[in-house]
């Protein structure tokens, strides 16, 4: 349960920096592309036999890539792309799975999460990937906010757009590998964009939007886990419903705040 | 002869099939306030995105400053007609200003103090410095838009181009925005689109009608030959009807 806690905490860095991205850019479809067809990537190292966190790593910058490609190249199939991709990813994993003797029971694992499976190993390959996500976002940090923003403007002002492009769907796609291993690639989604979406709520720069949503993703993990673990539930679950209700409250709140100032005003 | 800003040769543009621009040729000086008027889907916003080398014209030269568009694009600055963003993203004004610095300094990390030093002087001549700090989401129409003039300024361009600044604005917000342009213009050459002809004759120079193909006017009648003759005799004189 430690190293769950600490998972926990380390992934919720990332994501909240990169799902301040996706929830501001509204990537959400493209980011659930992403984390599902990371499934073929987990059910192919399974299947050759190595880390299935590897195989995931590798599927995910990989989908991330080819979405991103698809993006630039059929904007205007854009979402029927990514979803042949999001299906042929995850039908690949299911079909390895299914070749590998002994392993067909773990699918629950992969798509629902198990926070059983984390090993210290893995501790420090999550510490990896979040140096990797916040270093990159810190030393591009006005390249990324330009080309989130407005994209035809960075590229007047000579911003290479389409390689920041192809680099942010990468730093997307390793926060989604962060999380999958304590959510499930099936959970993922809530994860990356509801701590960001509650920061929203409450905060105007994206800067502070992401720090929020950092703070508030280890605040929903750690919830998640230490309920799930009390009350013998499995744990990717519990956290997104804690993450869920945290949104319903902070999304009415946020409502009725609004209306009181609009009220005071007239 | 000054070199021209911008000079536009047999310059052909088609989407597709469609035929949007042709056969333009434009010649405009440095320090002209050069007004683009034309019916809805004439070509004048394609024109404005040619210059910016955003889109590529299929026959015919465009030079700016004496340079093909995209080696010219950080001496313009661009204020677009509907921004590609949208009003929640969470970002302040000043952070939108000192976008117009990028590609200015070096690679990684933050805005040098030189940057927000033009960023906090383009904001007090747009009027929008006492905003500086508040989200985009919560100004008004033309508040947005200074802050997009401010934003087109800190790029510390030679020319400013802007595509219909004040569709989205009032009448008195638009003639604020248009004595601001003219005080511009004292220092760049200025383009900018608009639908409102009779608006805009009181402060540019010159009119270029767009509708597939280019017609220019003066817009003070008495001086157009002196004028003509100063632009070697390129400019004709058309009546046509609006």
Redesign the interface.
């Known amino acids: 349960m430690q190293s769950a806690l600490a998972a926990g905490l380390l992934a919720s860095i990332g994501c909240g920096v990169m799902g301040s991205y996706v929830v501001?850019k509204?990537i959400g479809y493209l980011a659930g592309g992403i984390a599902h067809s990371v499934l073929g990537g987990m059910g192919a190292a399974l299947f050759l036999g190595f880390t299935p966190l590897h195989g995931a790593l590798a599927a995910a910058l990989l989908a991330a890539l080819l979405i991103g490609w698809i993006k630039l190249r059929w904007q205007a199939h854009e979402d029927t792309l990514i979803g042949a991709v999001w299906a042929i990813g995850m039908s690949i994993g299911v079909l390895f799975i299914a070749r590998t003797p002994g392993y067909t029971a773990d699918l629950m694992n992969y798509l629902f999460g198990n926070i059983l499976l984390v090993t210290p190993a893995q501790l420090w390959q999550t510490l990896a990937l979040d140096l990797v996500v916040i270093g990159l976002v810190a030393?591009?940090?006005?390249?990324f906010?330009?080309v989130s923003?407005?994209?035809?403007?960075?590229?007047?002002?000579?911003?290479p757009v389409t390689i920041f492009y192809l680099l942010f769907l990468c730093l997307v796609a390793l926060s989604v590998v962060l999380l999958v291993q304590l959510v499930g690639l099936i959970l993922v989604i809530a994860l990356l964009t509801l701590p960001a979406a509650i920061a929203?709520h409450h905060?105007?720069?994206?800067g502070?939007?992401m720090v929020l949503a950092s703070l508030l993703g280890m605040i929903f993990t750690t919830t998640g886990i230490v309920l799930s673990w009390q009350w013998d539930l499995p744990a990717g679950p519990v956290i997104i419903l804690v993450a869920g209700g945290a949104y319903l409250l902070s999304a009415l709140g946020s409502e009725w705040w609004r209306r009181r100032r609009a009220g005071a005003a007239t | 002869m000054m070199r021209p800003a911008i000079e536009i040769q047999s310059l052909f543009f088609a989407y597709g099939e469609v035929t949007v621009l042709e056969q333009i040729d434009l010649r405009v000086p440095e320090g002209e306030f050069l007004g683009i008027v034309g019916p809805n889907a004439g070509g004048k916003s394609t024109l404005l995105k040619l210059i910016?080398g955003?889109i590529e014209p299929r026959r015919g030269t465009i030079r700016v400053l004496g340079r093909p568009p995209r080696k010219a694009?950080?001496l313009?600055g661009?204020v677009?007609q509907y921004?590609?963003?949208?009003r929640d993203?969470?970002?302040?004004v000043e952070?939108?200003v000192?976008?117009?610095r990028?590609?200015a300094g070096r690679?990684?990390?933050?805005?040098s103090h030189h940057d927000r030093e033009i960023a906090r002087r383009v904001m007090g001549e747009a009027e929008v410095l006492d905003l500086a700090r508040r989200?985009i989401?919560q100004l008004s129409g033309g508040q947005l838009q200074r802050v997009l003039v401010a934003?087109a300024l800190a790029?510390e361009p030679r020319i400013l181009l802007l595509d219909e600044p004040t569709a989205n604005i009032d009448m008195r917000m638009e003639s604020e925005l248009f004595d601001l342009l003219k005080k511009l213009n004292e220092r760049m050459t200025i383009l900018v689109v608009s639908h409102d002809i009779a608006f805009i004759s009181g402060y540019v120079q010159r009119v270029a009608c767009i509708n597939h193909t280019l017609v220019c006017h003066q817009t003070g009648e008495i001086d157009a030959q002196a004028i003509g003759e100063l632009y070697g005799g390129e400019v004709k004189m058309v009546h046509h009807h609006h």
């Open positions: 501001v509204r030393a591009f940090y006005r390249q906010l330009a923003f407005d994209e035809e403007f960075a590229r007047l002002r000579g911003v929203g905060v105007y720069t994206l502070r939007m | 910016l955003l694009r950080k313009m661009y677009p921004p590609a963003f949208s993203f969470p970002v302040t952070q939108v000192l976008m117009g990028l590609g690679l990684a990390g933050g805005y989200p989401g934003r790029c």
